[in-house]
């Protein structure tokens, strides 16, 4: 059975720096494309970052330059590194995961989805 926990949400002030983490299991997690979507309330989820099995990354544009997607595949764990955050950043974030860097860039029929973690920036 396959599961995505991510960790590392909570609460930070404007500016603040904050590093989620995506831990992987029951998949051959070298072989996904994965990535972190966000969604705010009464928004759609949207693309954060997308990093394939190459290392090539892809970034949503209201977060290119502030945040970093990185992964160890021999912890099978993905990471989001998130610096100057702001208050628009607050959001549910989710790991995701794809055998298609393109269909996961696409939210096109995602093949797992962790369960999500709470980031709350304030101003």
């Known amino acids: 059975q396959v599961q995505l926990v991510e960790s590392g949400g909570g609460l930070v002030q404007a500016g603040g720096s904050l590093r989620l983490s995506c831990k992987a299991s029951?998949?051959?997690?070298?072989?996904?494309?994965m990535g972190w979507y966000r969604q705010a309330p009464g928004k759609q989820r949207e693309l954060v970052a997308v990093i394939t099995t190459g290392g090539s990354t892809n970034y949503g544009d209201s977060v290119l330059g502030r945040f970093t997607i990185s992964r160890d595949n021999a912890k099978n764990t993905v990471y989001l590194q998130m610096n100057s955050l702001k208050p628009e950043d607050t959001a549910v974030y989710y790991c995701?995961?794809?055998?298609?860097?393109?269909?996961?860039?696409?939210?096109?029929?995602?093949?797992?989805w962790g369960k999500g973690t709470l980031v709350t920036v304030s101003s």
């Open positions: 029951g998949m051959f997690f070298r072989i996904y494309a």
């Open positions: 995701a995961a794809d055998r298609s860097n393109l269909d996961l860039r696409a939210n096109n029929g995602v093949d797992y």
